[in-house]
């Protein structure tokens, strides 16, 4: 079973595609007949997604801080 860092990062990495694609061919956002399409909030709720997930990764993957004894 994949760790929650591993799960994570998937998730990471199938909204930055998705950015990929959106970015290689953007569309425009427009009002037709009362019914709203915006492209540029999907857009921004994406990357706050990613932002959101880049602090649950770095959560889950550390750095750890380790104490030990040192001897001579």
Known sequence: MPSDA?????????????????????????????????????????LGQIAALNTLLSAATGPFEELGEATT
């Open 6 to 46: 591993d799960q994570i990062a998937t998730i990471r990495s199938n909204l930055l595609a998705a950015l990929a694609t959106e970015s290689a061919n953007p569309k425009p956002s427009y009002n037709i007949d009362g019914q709203n399409v915006d492209w540029n909030g999907y857009r921004t709720a994406i």
